[in-house]
Nanobody, 126 residues
């Protein structure tokens, strides 16, 4: 079992940056594939980025590639999402997720993840 808590969301102007954090408690964080998803109002939750247990492999949705960077610090049980060049269409609730199994897909579907945080809101004004 792992508990996930996101932080770092807020209101930012277009072109600005934010850094989201996902703090994990519980056992074996370093063995989990981790991911970030986002959900805009009235839309389905969508994949944004994923990172392997070691941090050596990453995957990004086309919409965020080149602007967002996913990383993790296993010593701190924390994952990050650095978001640069933010656009109004990035406005959404951002969720971190953990996959309780080894391997690398990468995993881009919601049903491939076992644990979820409660989300942090990111609002980008134009």
């Amino acid at each position: 079992q792992v508990q996930l808590v996101e932080s770092g969301g807020g209101l930012v102007q277009a072109g600005g940056s934010l850094r989201l954090s996902c703090a994990a408690s519980g056992r074996s964080f370093s063995s989990y594939t981790m991911g970030w998803f986002r959900q805009a109002p009235g839309k389905a939750r969508e994949f944004a980025a994923a990172i392997s247990w070691s941090g050596g492999l990453t995957s990004y949705a086309d919409a965020v590639k080149g602007r967002f960077t996913i990383s993790r610090d296993n010593a701190k049980n924390t994952m990050y999402l650095q978001m640069n060049s933010l656009k109004p269409e990035d406005t959404a609730a951002y969720y971190c997720a953990a996959r309780g199994a080894t391997g690398w897909g990468p995993y881009v579907r919601k049903d491939e993840y076992d644990y979820w945080g409660q989300g942090t809101q990111v609002t980008v004004s134009s």
